[in-house]
Nanobody, 120 residues
Framework: QVQLVESGGGLVQPGGSLRLSCAAS????????MAWYRQPPGKQRELVAA???????NYADSVKGRFTISRDNAKNTVYLQMNSLKPEDTAVYYC??????????????WGQGTQVTVSS
């Protein structure tokens, strides 16, 4: 089994910054792509950013130039640096990892989510 634990959410003023972290643990054999999603209040979950095992990245148009996704393979951790935050970035942020464990084939695992609120 794999656990994903997110941290770093909170309340920030417009224009501020936050850094989210998501650490994977368990019987991990290899982690393929890692990604951040978000779900604004009353809306569907959407992809924010993704990063492959070779660190290729892609971003939603709404966050390009403001957010940066990165990963530390030695720590099985993915990060999301969020700058120039806007009220419309308010959402619950979830990480997702495509993982093959020592016992099971590759599949997606989700974190529990962390709240990000952008408000003055």
């Amino acid at each position: 089994q794999v656990q994903l634990v997110e941290s770093g959410g909170g309340l920030v003023q417009p224009g501020g910054s936050l850094r989210l972290s998501c650490a994977a643990s368990g019987s991990i054999f290899i982690i393929y792509a890692m990604a951040w999603y978000r779900q604004p209040p009353g809306k569907q979950r959407e992809l924010v950013a993704a990063i492959t095992s070779s660190s290729s990245t892609n971003y939603a148009d709404s966050v390009k130039g403001r957010f940066t996704i990165s990963r530390d393979n030695a720590k099985n951790t993915v990060y999301l640096q969020m700058n120039s935050l806007k009220p419309e970035d308010t959402a619950v942020y979830y990480c997702k990892s495509d993982v093959r464990t020592t016992m099971t084939p590759r599949r997606d695992y989700w974190g529990q989510g962390t709240q990000v609120t952008v408000s003055s």
